[in-house]
């Protein structure tokens, strides 16, 4: 299985950063190859501008999404993004490994995203088996999963805790982002308050990745609606 970790944390000595290592170590010691997109390190350019094209199709209007499309087709993407596209495409789990902040992913993480899900290559038009996205998106028959540290504890990320329920607060990434982009998305891994539980309290959480990252084959992902229980309209279809 080939793994492809994008990492989003400036400090290498951070949970985050034990987290990424651990992943790297079990995942190798089990036959994997794995791959490392460290953005922080590599100073990726998180803006998504005019920049990322060395030749725009409209010089006078900037609409990212066509210049992203014809760009992937003419060869005219920024090198950055082309390398970040074929790591996705070698891979066949990708695990985004981050912290929490403000409810979402950092911005430099984000600011991949913009830049490398791009129309013509990830998502957009159609083909044999209508739109390209969800179930039918570019990077469909990989797997996806989320890696995250929070700062608070299990209790106040609950569907009764002040902060609502994590899986809702991750849902516009893995079903926005992952699953829109046509991957399985597995679980999301979350870490609590790794600040506040003291060294043994880290330990277990690394011990309990760690049977997550042996199990990952075999581990069912979360289900979400196929296109085909959806009208024309994009809406459900009476009884789904």
């Given at each position: 299985m080939n793994t492809l970790i994008v990492y989003a944390h400036p400090e290498p000595k951070s949970f985050n950063g034990a987290l990424k290592d651990l992943a790297i170590s079990v995942l190798t010691e089990q036959g994997h190859k794995v791959k490392v997109?460290?953005?922080?390190?590599?100073?990726?350019?998180?803006?998504?501008?005019?920049?990322?094209?060395?030749?725009?199709?409209?010089p006078d209007f900037l609409k990212l999404q066509v210049e992203q499309g014809k760009a992937y087709k003419n060869g005219t993407l920024a090198p950055d993004i082309v390398a970040e596209i074929e790591k996705l495409f070698w891979a066949d789990l990708v695990v985004l490994q981050f912290p929490m902040w403000w409810f979402s992913m950092p911005a430099i993480l984000k600011g991949w995203v913009d830049r490398v899900f791009i129309t013509g290559a990830i998502y957009?038009?159609?083909?044999?088996?209508?739109?390209?996205?969800?179930?039918?998106?570019?990077?469909?028959?990989?797997?996806?999963?989320?890696?995250v540290t929070l700062g608070g504890f299990a209790g106040m990320n609950s569907m009764s805790g002040i902060n609502g329920d994590i899986n809702q607060q991750l849902f516009h990434i893995n079903h926005g982002v992952l699953y829109f982009a046509g991957m399985q998305v597995l679980p999301s891994f979350v870490a609590?308050?790794?600040?506040?539980?003291?060294?043994?309290?880290?330990?277990?959480?690394l011990d309990e990745y760690k049977q997550r990252l042996l199990s990952i084959q075999t581990t069912p992902p979360l289900s979400y609606c196929p296109l085909a229980d959806y009208d024309h309209n994009f809406v459900l279809k009476s009884g789904d």
């Open positions: 997109s460290d953005l922080y390190a590599m100073n990726f350019k998180a803006v998504a501008n005019q920049d990322d094209f060395s030749k725009l199709a409209d957009g038009g159609t083909d044999s088996r209508g739109a390209r996205m969800y179930d039918n998106g570019g990077l469909q028959g990989r797997k996806a999963m989320i890696s609590y308050a790794p600040a506040q539980v003291g060294q043994d309290g880290r330990e277990q959480i």
